[in-house]
């Protein structure tokens, strides 16, 4: 039930954009997304649900494809704050979230 | 506002063992769940209790258990510790999942000798 992340890895240069892919087999309720940096415990970051709308806040943003249970986030204009491992977390209607393996964003100057 | 409390923060323990680890959650939050965090693997889910009862379970062998209790802290047990389940341990408390998402706490980092 866990979902696929990718890529696995990305190296970006300040002010440049990425996107982040997750997508699943199950039918989806839910996915969330959690940026964790090194040494610190995941940070919630934002949460689509189904027939919900896209989310986004500054400079991330994500959408949810329910008809292909796929999920992206978007990273505009990348900050070296952004730097972290990313999750995504997908429900299934069971009120348990399941999390990809990440992906490690390196933002460098 | 305290976060979501884990403790210990370290722990050394030799196979065979068993080892409690502790997880108070955010106040008011009923939700608890718990993830095995490893290298290569990401976060694993284990378990999630709610009101004291476990709601669901993870792929994870019977040695991994788990409580929770009236005050909504949540303990979790290993048993007959082996090397492979060396890794960090998190515990994240919800308050309505699918509107606010989870609060992680730091986690327990567990290291099998």
């Known amino acids: 039930q866990q979902p696929v992340q990718s890529p696995q890895a990305v190296i970006l240069r300040e002010g440049e954009d990425a996107v982040i892919n997750c997508s699943s087999s199950?039918?989806?309720?839910?996915v969330h997304w959690y940026r964790q940096k090194h040494g610190e415990a995941p940070v919630f970051l934002m949460i689509?649900?189904?027939?919900?709308e896209q989310k986004g806040h500054e400079k991330i943003s994500a959408s949810f494809n329910e008809k292909k249970q796929q999920s992206s986030l978007y990273l505009t204009a990348s900050q070296l704050s952004y730097s972290g491992t990313y999750f995504c977390?997908?429900?299934?209607?069971?009120?348990?979230?399941?999390f990809g393996t990440g992906t490690r964003l390196t933002v460098i100057p | 506002k305290a976060g979501v409390t884990q403790t210990p923060r370290y722990l050394i323990k030799t196979r065979g063992q068993q080892v409690t680890l502790s997880c108070s959650p955010i106040?008011?939050?009923?939700?608890v769940s718990w993830y095995q965090q490893t290298p290569g693997q990401g976060l694993q889910f284990l378990f999630e209790?709610?009101?004291?009862?476990?709601?669901n379970k993870g792929n994870f062998p019977g040695r991994f258990s788990g409580r929770q209790f009236s005050n909504s802290r949540s303990e979790m047990n290993v048993s007959t510790l082996e090397l492979g389940d060396s890794a960090l341990y998190l515990c994240?408390?919800?308050?309505?999942?699918?509107?606010?998402?989870?609060?992680f706490g730091s986690g327990t980092r567990l290291t099998v000798v």
């Open positions: 977390g997908t429900e299934a209607g069971a009120n348990n979230l399941f």
């Open positions: 209790y709610f009101s004291e009862t476990q709601r």
């Open positions: 199950k039918a989806l309720y839910s």
């Open positions: 689509l649900l189904k027939g919900g």
């Open positions: 994240a408390s919800s308050l309505a999942a699918r509107e606010y998402g989870y609060t």
């Open positions: 106040s008011g939050h009923r939700s």
